[in-house]
Protein backbone atom coordinates (compact mmCIF):
# COMPACT_ATOMS: atom_id res chain seq x y z
CA UNK A 1 0.00 0.00 0.00
CA UNK A 2 1.13 3.67 -0.69
CA UNK A 3 1.38 6.40 1.41
CA UNK A 4 0.59 9.47 1.13
CA UNK A 5 2.94 10.79 4.18
CA UNK A 6 6.13 12.11 2.21
CA UNK A 7 3.32 13.26 -0.82
CA UNK A 8 2.57 17.85 -0.55
CA UNK A 9 -1.05 18.39 -1.38
CA UNK A 10 -1.65 21.54 -3.16
CA UNK A 11 -4.50 23.22 -2.05
CA UNK A 12 -7.49 23.75 -4.23
CA UNK A 13 -7.72 26.91 -6.03
CA UNK A 14 -10.38 29.70 -4.18
CA UNK A 15 -13.46 29.32 -6.10
CA UNK A 16 -13.74 33.36 -6.77
CA UNK A 17 -10.13 32.64 -8.70
CA UNK A 18 -10.99 30.14 -10.29
CA UNK A 19 -14.40 31.91 -11.63
CA UNK A 20 -13.04 35.34 -12.25
CA UNK A 21 -13.22 34.96 -15.63
CA UNK A 22 -16.06 32.80 -16.34
CA UNK A 23 -20.16 34.14 -17.45
CA UNK A 24 -21.93 33.19 -14.12
CA UNK A 25 -19.12 34.75 -12.19
CA UNK A 26 -18.88 38.13 -14.18
CA UNK A 27 -23.26 38.09 -14.46
CA UNK A 28 -23.16 37.59 -10.24
CA UNK A 29 -21.54 40.83 -10.35
CA UNK A 30 -24.16 42.92 -11.93
CA UNK A 31 -26.28 44.57 -9.51
CA UNK A 32 -29.42 46.35 -11.30
CA UNK A 33 -29.79 49.58 -10.00
CA UNK A 34 -32.62 50.95 -12.31
CA UNK A 35 -33.34 54.50 -11.38
CA UNK A 36 -30.76 54.68 -9.20
CA UNK A 37 -28.88 57.06 -10.30
CA UNK A 38 -27.64 59.83 -7.47
CA UNK A 39 -23.56 58.87 -7.69
CA UNK A 40 -22.05 57.10 -10.41
CA UNK A 41 -18.40 56.39 -11.39
CA UNK A 42 -19.11 55.98 -15.42
CA UNK A 43 -20.97 57.43 -17.84
CA UNK A 44 -22.01 55.08 -20.57
CA UNK A 45 -24.35 55.55 -24.01
CA UNK A 46 -26.04 53.53 -25.71
CA UNK A 47 -26.41 53.91 -29.21
CA UNK A 48 -27.89 52.13 -32.42
CA UNK A 49 -29.61 51.56 -35.07
CA UNK A 50 -33.67 51.64 -34.73
CA UNK A 51 -34.77 47.29 -33.86
CA UNK A 52 -31.37 46.24 -33.08
CA UNK A 53 -32.24 45.16 -29.73
CA UNK A 54 -31.14 48.02 -27.98
CA UNK A 55 -33.97 48.66 -25.28
CA UNK A 56 -33.49 44.94 -24.54
CA UNK A 57 -29.81 45.60 -23.79
CA UNK A 58 -30.80 48.76 -22.03
CA UNK A 59 -33.61 46.64 -19.56
CA UNK A 60 -31.26 43.73 -19.18
CA UNK A 61 -28.80 45.86 -17.33
CA UNK A 62 -30.47 48.65 -15.48
CA UNK A 63 -33.33 46.08 -14.31
CA UNK A 64 -36.42 46.73 -16.61
CA UNK A 65 -36.91 49.97 -15.59
CA UNK A 66 -36.37 53.62 -16.86
CA UNK A 67 -36.00 57.38 -15.84
CA UNK A 68 -37.59 59.00 -18.78
CA UNK A 69 -37.64 62.60 -19.36
CA UNK A 70 -37.31 64.86 -22.14
CA UNK A 71 -33.79 66.14 -23.94
CA UNK A 72 -32.94 69.33 -22.54
CA UNK A 73 -34.97 71.88 -24.79
CA UNK A 74 -36.44 68.87 -27.03
CA UNK A 75 -39.01 67.01 -27.74
CA UNK A 76 -37.49 63.29 -27.68
CA UNK A 77 -37.49 60.91 -24.73
CA UNK A 78 -34.12 60.64 -22.67
CA UNK A 79 -34.14 57.54 -21.18
CA UNK A 80 -31.41 56.87 -17.90
CA UNK A 81 -31.15 54.36 -15.70
CA UNK A 82 -27.73 52.51 -13.66
CA UNK A 83 -25.85 49.47 -12.80
CA UNK A 84 -23.39 48.06 -10.86
CA UNK A 85 -21.00 46.01 -11.68
CA UNK A 86 -17.48 44.88 -10.03
CA UNK A 87 -17.89 47.42 -7.01
CA UNK A 88 -18.26 50.69 -9.92
CA UNK A 89 -21.69 52.70 -10.64
CA UNK A 90 -22.33 53.14 -14.28
CA UNK A 91 -25.24 55.49 -15.71
CA UNK A 92 -26.37 54.12 -18.99
CA UNK A 93 -27.72 56.59 -21.40
CA UNK A 94 -30.15 54.99 -23.90
CA UNK A 95 -29.81 57.39 -27.05
CA UNK A 96 -32.77 58.08 -29.81
CA UNK A 97 -32.16 54.81 -32.03
CA UNK A 98 -30.47 56.43 -35.46
CA UNK A 99 -28.98 55.30 -38.82
CA UNK A 100 -26.74 57.95 -39.04
CA UNK A 101 -24.69 60.91 -37.36
CA UNK A 102 -24.61 63.47 -39.59
CA UNK A 103 -27.07 65.57 -37.97
CA UNK A 104 -29.87 65.55 -40.53
CA UNK A 105 -32.46 64.79 -37.84
CA UNK A 106 -33.52 66.10 -34.24
CA UNK A 107 -32.59 62.46 -33.08
CA UNK A 108 -29.80 62.16 -34.95
CA UNK A 109 -28.05 65.42 -33.58
CA UNK A 110 -29.00 64.21 -29.97
CA UNK A 111 -27.05 61.09 -30.50
CA UNK A 112 -24.25 62.90 -31.96
CA UNK A 113 -23.98 65.57 -29.65
CA UNK A 114 -24.13 63.16 -26.70
CA UNK A 115 -21.61 61.09 -27.48
CA UNK A 116 -19.33 64.12 -29.12
CA UNK A 117 -19.76 67.04 -26.02
CA UNK A 118 -20.67 64.83 -23.45
CA UNK A 119 -17.98 62.28 -24.11
CA UNK A 120 -19.27 59.31 -22.40
CA UNK A 121 -16.56 56.87 -20.94
CA UNK A 122 -17.79 54.72 -23.15
CA UNK A 123 -19.91 54.27 -26.55
CA UNK A 124 -21.50 50.78 -26.83
CA UNK A 125 -23.01 50.32 -30.47
CA UNK A 126 -26.19 47.78 -30.80
CA UNK A 127 -25.80 45.80 -34.45
CA UNK A 128 -28.25 43.74 -35.68
CA UNK A 129 -25.81 40.34 -36.41
CA UNK A 130 -28.60 39.56 -39.08
CA UNK A 131 -27.96 42.57 -40.76
CA UNK A 132 -24.14 43.69 -40.02
CA UNK A 133 -23.21 45.60 -43.64
CA UNK A 134 -26.23 48.08 -42.77
CA UNK A 135 -25.55 48.23 -39.75
CA UNK A 136 -22.14 49.26 -39.85
CA UNK A 137 -22.52 52.76 -41.24
CA UNK A 138 -23.65 54.16 -37.68
CA UNK A 139 -20.81 51.89 -36.07
CA UNK A 140 -17.79 53.73 -38.43
CA UNK A 141 -19.27 57.15 -37.55
CA UNK A 142 -19.47 56.45 -33.50
CA UNK A 143 -15.50 55.59 -34.37
CA UNK A 144 -15.02 58.88 -35.65
CA UNK A 145 -16.46 60.41 -32.90
CA UNK A 146 -14.63 58.50 -30.05
CA UNK A 147 -12.06 56.17 -29.22
CA UNK A 148 -14.24 54.95 -26.89
CA UNK A 149 -16.19 52.01 -27.58
CA UNK A 150 -17.68 48.59 -27.71
CA UNK A 151 -19.60 46.85 -30.64
CA UNK A 152 -22.71 45.08 -29.02
CA UNK A 153 -23.08 42.16 -31.97
CA UNK A 154 -26.77 41.49 -30.91
CA UNK A 155 -28.89 39.22 -32.36
CA UNK A 156 -26.65 36.23 -33.32
CA UNK A 157 -29.38 34.11 -32.57
CA UNK A 158 -31.33 35.43 -34.97
CA UNK A 159 -28.10 35.92 -37.30
CA UNK A 160 -27.71 32.25 -36.72
CA UNK A 161 -31.67 30.83 -37.50
CA UNK A 162 -30.56 32.46 -40.83
CA UNK A 163 -27.35 30.25 -41.86
CA UNK A 164 -25.43 33.32 -40.56
CA UNK A 165 -21.94 33.29 -38.68
CA UNK A 166 -20.11 36.77 -37.79
CA UNK A 167 -16.04 36.15 -36.64
CA UNK A 168 -16.45 38.62 -34.15
CA UNK A 169 -12.48 38.60 -33.20
CA UNK A 170 -11.21 39.13 -36.75
CA UNK A 171 -14.39 41.90 -36.95
CA UNK A 172 -12.71 43.14 -33.13
CA UNK A 173 -9.30 43.48 -35.34
CA UNK A 174 -10.88 45.43 -38.03
CA UNK A 175 -12.50 48.03 -35.85
CA UNK A 176 -10.37 48.61 -33.30
CA UNK A 177 -12.56 47.90 -30.63
CA UNK A 178 -14.06 45.38 -28.51
CA UNK A 179 -16.89 43.10 -30.38
CA UNK A 180 -19.17 41.26 -28.14
CA UNK A 181 -21.66 38.79 -29.54
CA UNK A 182 -25.02 38.59 -27.83
CA UNK A 183 -28.77 37.77 -27.99
CA UNK A 184 -29.82 39.87 -25.05
CA UNK A 185 -33.40 38.68 -25.08
CA UNK A 186 -31.63 35.12 -23.05
CA UNK A 187 -29.17 36.78 -21.61
CA UNK A 188 -26.47 35.07 -24.12
CA UNK A 189 -23.24 37.22 -24.22
CA UNK A 190 -24.49 40.72 -21.48
CA UNK A 191 -21.76 39.23 -18.85
CA UNK A 192 -18.72 39.58 -21.40
CA UNK A 193 -20.44 43.13 -22.59
CA UNK A 194 -19.88 44.24 -18.71
CA UNK A 195 -16.39 43.21 -18.45
CA UNK A 196 -15.77 45.03 -22.13
CA UNK A 197 -17.54 47.77 -20.56
CA UNK A 198 -15.49 47.85 -17.06
CA UNK A 199 -12.07 47.18 -19.44
CA UNK A 200 -12.75 50.15 -21.77
CA UNK A 201 -14.08 52.31 -18.95
CA UNK A 202 -11.23 51.90 -16.61
CA UNK A 203 -8.66 52.17 -19.27
CA UNK A 204 -7.52 48.09 -18.66
CA UNK A 205 -8.77 47.75 -22.80
CA UNK A 206 -7.22 51.02 -24.93
CA UNK A 207 -9.19 51.20 -28.39
CA UNK A 208 -7.88 52.01 -31.36
CA UNK A 209 -10.89 52.69 -33.58
CA UNK A 210 -10.50 52.28 -37.32
CA UNK A 211 -11.16 55.91 -39.16
CA UNK A 212 -11.28 56.01 -42.66
CA UNK A 213 -8.57 59.07 -43.75
CA UNK A 214 -9.62 59.55 -47.61
CA UNK A 215 -10.03 63.44 -47.97
CA UNK A 216 -9.77 65.11 -51.45
CA UNK A 217 -6.14 66.18 -51.50
CA UNK A 218 -7.86 69.80 -52.22
CA UNK A 219 -8.72 70.19 -48.82
CA UNK A 220 -6.20 67.71 -47.08
CA UNK A 221 -4.11 70.77 -46.03
CA UNK A 222 -6.83 72.46 -44.60
CA UNK A 223 -7.59 69.86 -42.40
CA UNK A 224 -4.05 69.76 -41.62
CA UNK A 225 -4.14 73.35 -40.38
CA UNK A 226 -7.95 73.02 -38.56
CA UNK A 227 -6.59 69.87 -36.60
CA UNK A 228 -3.27 71.69 -35.17
CA UNK A 229 -5.63 74.45 -34.27
CA UNK A 230 -8.48 72.61 -32.82
CA UNK A 231 -5.63 70.34 -30.74
CA UNK A 232 -4.17 73.64 -29.47
CA UNK A 233 -7.54 74.80 -28.15
CA UNK A 234 -9.03 71.27 -26.37
CA UNK A 235 -5.82 69.45 -26.04
CA UNK A 236 -8.13 65.98 -24.62
CA UNK A 237 -10.69 66.24 -27.32
CA UNK A 238 -10.04 62.53 -29.32
CA UNK A 239 -11.52 63.67 -32.47
CA UNK A 240 -10.29 66.73 -34.07
CA UNK A 241 -10.32 65.31 -37.42
CA UNK A 242 -13.69 65.01 -37.37
CA UNK A 243 -14.16 68.34 -35.85
CA UNK A 244 -12.35 69.49 -38.46
CA UNK A 245 -14.18 67.83 -41.58
CA UNK A 246 -17.36 69.15 -40.06
CA UNK A 247 -16.43 72.23 -39.87
CA UNK A 248 -15.10 72.63 -43.45
CA UNK A 249 -18.27 71.09 -44.66
CA UNK A 250 -20.34 73.72 -43.03
CA UNK A 251 -22.15 72.30 -40.19
CA UNK A 252 -23.40 75.04 -38.10
CA UNK A 253 -23.49 73.65 -35.33
CA UNK A 254 -20.19 72.14 -34.45
CA UNK A 255 -19.12 75.91 -35.12
CA UNK A 256 -21.60 77.35 -32.41
CA UNK A 257 -20.14 74.85 -30.18
CA UNK A 258 -16.86 76.02 -31.25
CA UNK A 259 -18.06 79.65 -29.95
CA UNK A 260 -19.47 78.59 -26.85
CA UNK A 261 -16.76 76.44 -25.70
CA UNK A 262 -18.77 73.16 -25.50
CA UNK A 263 -16.30 70.83 -26.86
CA UNK A 264 -14.27 71.40 -23.37
CA UNK A 265 -12.38 74.17 -21.93
CA UNK A 266 -10.40 75.84 -25.01
CA UNK A 267 -7.38 77.85 -24.29
CA UNK A 268 -8.11 81.70 -24.61
CA UNK A 269 -4.81 82.11 -26.99
CA UNK A 270 -6.42 79.85 -29.60
CA UNK A 271 -9.75 79.55 -28.67
CA UNK A 272 -10.37 83.00 -31.11
CA UNK A 273 -8.73 81.99 -33.73
CA UNK A 274 -10.81 79.00 -34.24
CA UNK A 275 -14.18 80.58 -33.75
CA UNK A 276 -13.42 83.80 -35.88
CA UNK A 277 -12.28 81.78 -39.05
CA UNK A 278 -9.09 84.23 -39.35
CA UNK A 279 -6.91 81.16 -40.11
CA UNK A 280 -8.93 78.82 -41.88
CA UNK A 281 -10.91 79.65 -44.76
CA UNK A 282 -14.30 78.34 -43.74
CA UNK A 283 -17.15 80.43 -44.06
CA UNK A 284 -19.48 79.00 -41.31
CA UNK A 285 -17.16 80.19 -38.55
CA UNK A 286 -16.62 83.45 -39.03
Known sequence: MKTMENQSIQPAAHPQ??????SVYRAANLKKLGVNIDRVDHVIALAGNPNTGKSTVFNALTGLRQHTGNWPGKTVTRAE?????SGKRYKLVDLPGTYSLLSTSLDEEIARDFI??????VTVVVADASRLER????????LEITDRAVLCLNLVDEAQRHGLTVDERQLSRDLGVPVVPTAARSGQGLPELLQAIADVASGK???RPHRVENEPPAIRGAVTELVTLIRKAYPDLPNARWVALRLLGGDDHIAEALRKGE????REETSGELVRG???PVGTVG
Open 17 to 22: EACAKC
Open 81 to 85: GAFEY
Open 116 to 121: LFGQPD
Open 135 to 142: NLNLVLQV
Open 205 to 207: IVC
Open 263 to 266: LGRP
Open 278 to 280: QTV
